[in-house]
């Protein structure tokens, strides 16, 4: 989540009002979310058609999902949105626990995923060491249909206001380990800081150009 070093929200918009995500008080804010009425028209909701989830419904799909502590698991998407919170604070235990041990990251502005929870985390401390605890992420829209697949889009704000190239969205894979969901697969596209354009359905015709003209050149990308 860099941005051009890009960044992952203390913050939440499922309505027109923020939301803090700290963990202490998430139980009490998604029990006022889930009695409000009020629907967020501020903003083009990219996952509009997955409702808000008043509890979690075992997947039946999963090895791992059936027993009686999986049940009691939160629905995936607050542990995507604890995540957040828990970068926010610079609360890098927390975080490992949200984290699977063999976690895959990946970060689009990187050539090579992180893998592992250790350099993940590693991660993610160089970045909170050089930038400011004011820039924050701020989550926009995430899915909650899919108890182990989630979708967010964010972005990051400096004192309450939006950074500049700060837009993202990250998909997230959740799996059940010793009996606690843990992010298992996370990627993240972020806003460019330069914005070709046009030019890139140029670059992008002669590149196909090239390799349909030369298909083995595919084999070194």
């Not at 919170?85 to 063999?102: P, Q, T, Y």
């Amino acid at each position: 989540m860099t941005w051009a070093l890009s960044v992952p929200c203390c913050y939440h918009a499922l309505s027109t009002t923020r939301q803090h995500l700290c963990p202490a008080h998430f139980g009490r804010e998604r029990a006022a979310e889930r009695s409000s009425a009020r629907v967020d028209t501020s903003f083009h909701r990219l996952f509009a058609s997955s409702p808000p989830t008043s509890s979690y419904t075992e997947p039946s799909s999963p090895s791992d999902s059936t027993s009686a502590n999986d049940a009691c698991q939160p629905p995936g998407f607050s542990i995507v949105e604890e995540f957040y919170a828990c970068i926010n604070r610079r609360d890098f235990d927390s975080v490992k626990d949200l984290i699977a041990e063999d976690c895959v990251y990946e970060d689009l502005v990187f050539p090579k995923p992180f893998v592992g929870r250790k350099a993940i985390i590693e991660f993610f401390q160089k970045f909170t060491a050089a930038v400011s605890s004011d820039l924050q992420f701020v989550i926009d829209d995430i899915s909650r249909e899919d108890p182990f697949c989630v979708g967010v889009t964010w972005h990051l704000e400096w004192t309450g206001k939006a950074f500049p190239f700060s837009k993202g969205c990250s998909f997230y894979r959740l799996t059940m380990n010793h009996g606690r969901q843990q992010i298992i697969y996370a990627r993240d596209c972020v806003e460019p800081a330069v914005k070709p354009g046009d030019s890139v359905l140029v670059v992008i015709r002669a590149v196909s150009a090239l390799l349909k003209k030369f298909p083995q050149l595919a084999d070194r990308f």
